[in-house]
Antibody, heavy 123, light 110 residues
């Protein structure tokens, strides 16, 4: 079955960077794109961006453009989300999510989700 | 990109039907048949219940249905059950090739 397993919770200081991983199994990694979605405590869902796992193309939300980089390592079926210049309002649970459809030029609905990674930004 | 507009809360009695609306613009909901809905129980991971306006993923109850008219999409839950009590989020593909979520709706089963 499809599984997305994310790295563990981390605490970072303001201004630092964080890299969250998402290891996929149960399907061919390069056949579905992966989006990253975050949820601040007590708040709703926010789409951050997407990576085409077949060719590495990315699309980022304007809100995090310039601070975020999404990459993959196809040899280990792992996606990564790197967020820089962290601020207190970046404190959130970060989810990776697999496209519901097969790979395309743009992101699809979010069919399978990782368990989430809590990133806490605090001095 | 502004968030899609959902009611903060909707409630219903067991067995009833409820409908959650999700209003956007012609640049997102109205422009594409790529609207999806997610159920999230407290402390849990979101779960896809509807994609491409009215498609149900395998394993999702047929009590969940979706529709769209103009710039507004809707999720209907029929035969309301206690386990349907959760937060529900809509999401839409946009003209910028990005996705945008609604603010979420808390469903209460009375």
């Amino acid at each position: 079955q499809v599984q997305l397993v994310q790295s563990g919770a981390v605490v970072k200081k303001p201004g630092a960077s964080v890299k969250v991983s998402c290891r996929a199994s149960g399907y061919t990694f390069t056949r579905n794109g992966i989006s990253w979605v975050r949820q601040a405590p007590g708040h709703g869902l926010e789409w951050m961006g997407w990576i085409n796992t077949n060719n590495g193309d990315t699309i980022y939300a304007q809100e995090v453009q310039g601070r975020v980089t999404m990459t993959t390592d196809t040899s280990t079926s792992t996606a990564y989300m790197d967020l820089r210049s962290l601020r207190s309002d970046d404190t959130a649970v970060y989810y990776c999510a697999r496209d519901v459809g097969l790979i395309a030029a743009s992101p699809d609905s979010f069919g399978s989700w990782g368990q989430g990674t809590l990133v806490t930004v605090s001095s | 990109q502004s968030a899609l507009t959902q009611p903060a809360s909707v409630s219903g009695s067991p067995g009833q039907s409820i409908t959650i609306s999700c209003t956007g613009t012609s640049s997102d909901v109205g422009g594409y048949n790529y609207v999806s809905w997610y159920q999230q129980h407290p402390g849990e991971v979101p779960k896809l219940v509807i994609y491409e306006v009215n498609h149900r993923p395998s394993g999702v109850s047929n009590r969940f249905s979706g529709s769209k008219s103009g710039n507004t999409a809707s999720l209907t839950i029929s035969g309301l059950q206690a386990d349907d009590e959760a937060d529900y989020y809509c999401a839409s593909y946009t003209r910028s090739s990005t996705w945008v979520f609604g603010g979420g709706t808390k469903v209460t089963v009375l």
